[in-house]
Nanobody
Framework: QVQLVESGGGLVQAGGSLRLSCVAS????????MGWYRQSPGKERELVAS???????DYGDFAEGRFTISRDNRKNSIDLQMNSLKPEDTAVYYC????????????WGQGTQVSVSS
């Protein structure tokens, strides 16, 4: 059974930084995509950043230049360094592990709250 365990959320003032971590456990193919999504009340879940096992990353427009995703394939983990945080970054952040080719899968973590005060 695959599990995603997230850590690092919390409350920070605008302009501050937070680092989120996610570790995946269980058995799954090494060729996959790990990433972070976020969801705030009344809004759809959106991509924050993702990175493939080959190292290709993708960012939401709002994350470019402020957030950096990194990955350790040996540990099946990803980190998200978030700098220059804004109140609008307040959301629940979810770790995701997925694979779009056979065998396909899509797993989610339980979510971690990030709150940015003005």
């Amino acid at each position: 059974q695959v599990q995603l365990v997230e850590s690092g959320g919390g409350l920070v003032q605008a302009g501050g930084s937070l680092r989120l971590s996610c570790v995946a456990s269980g058995r799954f193919p090494g060729a996959n995509v790990m990433g972070w999504y976020r969801q705030s009340p009344g809004k759809e879940r959106e991509l924050v950043a993702s990175v493939t096992s080959g190292g290709t990353s993708d960012y939401g427009d709002f994350a470019e230049g402020r957030f950096t995703i990194s990955r350790d394939n040996r540990k099946n983990s990803i980190d998200l360094q978030m700098n220059s945080l804004k109140p609008e970054d307040t959301a629940v952040y979810y770790c995701n592990l997925k694979r779009r080719i056979t065998p396909q899968f899509n797993y989610w973590g339980q979510g971690t709250q990030v709150s940015v005060s003005s």
